[in-house]
């Protein structure tokens, strides 16, 4: 078992790929102790992670024969476009089990176990992006208690903090720009098709109230002036809710435009084509 320190969670990382000579996309990284800042300097511990090859043909530093790394960038590749997230194969859904023949058929069992070590996976990056974003608002000398819950595929992490306007930011762009970087976190280290949510002060509920008004003031003036009106940029969680908050009005429809971090909402009259 290879265990790397560093005084955080990312550096410790850093120092297994680096030492291992691997990219993040070619290791399963466990987190064996997170660091202990201590009291006064004393009975501080470094972080611990233990950093394994995912690739059977990894020599662990040594340079491959040429043909052989190919061979082994073709099989990654197929085996990321055939897995679900987390690196472990995601259990059948109904309707593929049933097509299924007799001998391809997964058992109960299987599925059990595949829908287990997902679930394990998820908890435990999610458990590292927790970290990673608390030792970057460290660096900003930000210091914050983070907790981490995962609840289907959404990962919300509150930040607990005696400075939460400055973790918040102007407008929410402090707290988006962390959120966007846990997302990238989770997306790094194989776990796709999920949510981040980063919430501290209760800020996500506070911005709840505002993007009800925001949606109801936007839909009243489309419908009064007949044009549609584009919202400004919004992470994906906001955006979402507004699509929610406007579903039942029949007088008005709403999709997405652009790309993110400028990505925005459209509020546009029901019987306009896009």
Known sequence: MAIFTGK????????????????????????????????????????????????PQHTGGALLHPDLA????????????TEGFGGVEEAPTEDESEEATDDQQ?????????????????NQVAEMAGYYLGDILDGMQLPVETTVTVDRRTVTIELATDQPAKVIGRHGMTIN???SMGQTFMNLHGVAKVTVVLDTNDYRKKRE???????????????????????????????????????????????S???????SVVVAPASELS
């Open 8 to 55: 955080t969670v990312a550096e410790a990382i850093q120092n297994g790929l680096r030492t291992l000579k691997l990219s993040r996309h070619e290791v399963e990284i466990n987190l064996i102790e997170s660091p202990k800042k201590g009291f006064l300097g004393l009975h501080r511990r470094e972080a611990q992670v233990e950093v394994k090859a995912i690739l």
């Open 106 to 122: 997964i058992s109960p069992a299987e599925i059990h176990r595949r829908e287990v070590a997902n679930q394990q996976k998820l």
């Open 209 to 255: 109230t505002v993007l009800i008004g925001v949606a109801k003031k936007a839909a009243t003036e489309v419908i009064a002036s007949g044009t549609a009106v584009y919202l400004d940029p919004m992470p994906a969680n906001e955006r979402k809710q507004v699509h929610q908050i406007l579903a039942e009005n029949k007088f008005v429809r709403t999709y």
């Open 177 to 179: 720009a962390l959120q």
């Open 257 to 263: 435009h652009g790309r993110d971090p400028r990505r």
């Open 70 to 81: 190919e061979e082994v960038n073709v099989q990654q590749h197929q085996k990321e476009a």
